[in-house]
C-alpha cells in the first residue's frame, strides 16, 4: 500500500503542507448529437465528505512532506488515477475524508485573508477549490475564484511574480513582446484592455501575464480546469465524446483557428456559418498523430455540455471557447483523465 501512495505530493511555499485532489464526479449523461472530427479524423477515433475511517498521518499519508513539485496539480492527475483504482475501500474513503477536510481548511485561511492578502487568498482558495470532493464547494467557490483570478492576473494590475512589466518600444508590436517573454499576445491584450493589437503606443507599459497556463479535464465531471501559476484562472463546463471516445493522455495546442472549417466526416466541406459546420466560433486542435482531429471547439448545440456527445473533441460554449483561446498559447499543455 505504501508505494501505492508514493505519487501523493504536498505542496510547498504558499500552499503549505497540502495536496490537490480529485474533482467530485458527476454522474455521467447520454446525449445525442452530432459529432464533431477534423481533417482526416476517424470519427471512431476522434472527437460533504463521506463517512470511513480516518487517514493516519503515516508514510503513506497524502499529507506527507515530499519534496516541491514544479508542477503539482499535473503530478497529483496520476495520483486521482491510483485513488480510482482503490474502488470504495476503506483507505479510498479516509483519503477523500482527509482531502475534504484539506480544502476546508484552505478555504477558512483563504477566506480570512481576501481583503489584505489577495493572492495568499486566491492559492488556498484555488487549494480549496482542486481538493473538495463537494460539487456545493466548488460552486460556492467558484464565483470568488473567478473574480481574484481576474483582479490578479486578467487586469492590468502588476502583481510581482504573478506578471512582468515591459514598456513597448518604437515599432514594437504584441507579438514581439510576447515571444520576448515566452507568453501569447491574446493574454496580454486581455490583461491590458487591448481590442485591437495594432493601436499600440510606443512609451506604454503594459502587464504581461507570463507564467504557464495549463489544462486539466476531468471527464467524468465534465469540468475543465484553467491553472496558472498552479493557481485557478478558469472553470468551464464541457461535453466529451459519445461511448467514452475522448482519450485520456496529454496533449499539447498545435492549432489555433478563428471561425474554423468544418470537415466532416462525409467527405464534405463546410466554412464557418455553414449550417453543417458543428465547430462553433474557435478550434485548438492537438498535436498527436494517433489522435489526429482531436481538440477543443465550440459548438453549434450548447445544450450538449455536460454530455458524452461528441466524436471524441471537448466540446465548450462558444463564449468559454473564445476566452480560452486568448488565455492559451501554441503548445500549452493539456491533460485528460478518467
Known amino acids: 500500500m505504501k508505494r501505492l501512495f508514493l505519487g501523493f505530493l504536498c505542496l510547498a511555499g504558499a500552499f503549505g503542507a497540502y495536496v490537490y485532489g480529485p474533482f467530485g ?3 455521467e449523461a447520454d446525449a445525442s448529437g452530432q459529432s464533431a472530427t477534423r481533417p482526416g479524423a476517424a470519427p471512431g477515433n476522434g472527437g460533504g465528505a463521506a463517512q470511513g475511517p480516518q487517514a493516519e498521518s503515516s508514510p503513506g499519508s497524502p499529507l506527507l512532506q515530499l519534496d516541491a513539485s514544479d508542477n503539482p496539480l499535473r503530478d497529483v492527475h496520476s495520483v486521482q488515477a491510483e485513488l480510482q483504482a482503490l474502488k470504495e475501500g476503506a483507505r479510498a474513503v479516509a483519503i477523500r ?18 481583503q489584505e492578502d489577495p493572492v495568499q487568498a486566491w492559492r488556498k482558495l484555488s487549494l480549496a477549490f482542486f481538493a473538495t470532493t463537494d460539487a456545493r464547494v466548488r460552486a460556492d467557490l467558484r464565483p ?30 504584441l507579438t514581439r513582446i510576447a515571444k520576448d517573454h515566452d507568453t501569447g499576445w491574446r493574454i496580454i491584450a ?17 502587464k504581461v501575464p507570463h507564467c ?31 461511448f467514452d471516445r475522448t482519450p485520456e493522455a496529454e496533449f499539447s495546442i498545435v492549432e489555433k483557428e478563428i471561425e474554423p472549417t ?20 474557435r478550434w485548438l486542435g492537438f498535436n498527436r498523430d494517433e489522435f489526429s482531429g482531436f481538440g477543443i ?16 473533441c471537448i466540446r465548450m ?5 473564445e476566452e480560452l483561446f486568448d488565455l492559451l498559447d501554441y503548445n500549452a499543455r493539456i491533460s485528460i483523465t478518467k
Open 262 to 281: 468544418w470537415y466532416g466526416p462525409d467527405g464534405g466541406v463546410y466554412p464557418f456559418g455553414h449550417e453543417q459546420n458543428i465547430l462553433g466560433t
Open 190 to 206: 486581455r490583461a491590458n484592455g487591448i481590442n485591437d493589437p495594432k493601436r499600440i503606443r510606443a512609451g506604454d507599459r503594459l
Open 25 to 27: 464526479e458527476a454522474a
Open 297 to 312: 471547439h465550440g459548438t453549434r448545440f450548447p445544450e450538449t455540455i455536460g454530455t458524452e456527445s461528441s466524436a471524441g
Open 212 to 242: 504557464e497556463v495549463e489544462v486539466h479535464i476531468r471527464k467524468r465531471s465534465f469540468l475543465m480546469l484553467v491553472t496558472y501559476d498552479g493557481g485557478y484562472l478558469r472553470a468551464y463546463e464541457v461535453g466529451t465524446g459519445k
Open 317 to 321: 460554449r462558444n463564449d468559454d471557447v
Open 97 to 114: 475524508e482527509m482531502l475534504d477536510r484539506v480544502a476546508h481548511q484552505a478555504r477558512r485561511e483563504g477566506t480570512m485573508v481576501l
Open 144 to 173: 470568488v475564484l473567478d473574480g481574484l483570478s481576474g483582479d490578479l492576473i486578467l487586469s492590468k494590475r502588476h502583481i510581482e511574480g504573478l506578471s512582468q512589466l515591459a514598456t513597448i518600444p518604437a515599432g514594437g508590436t
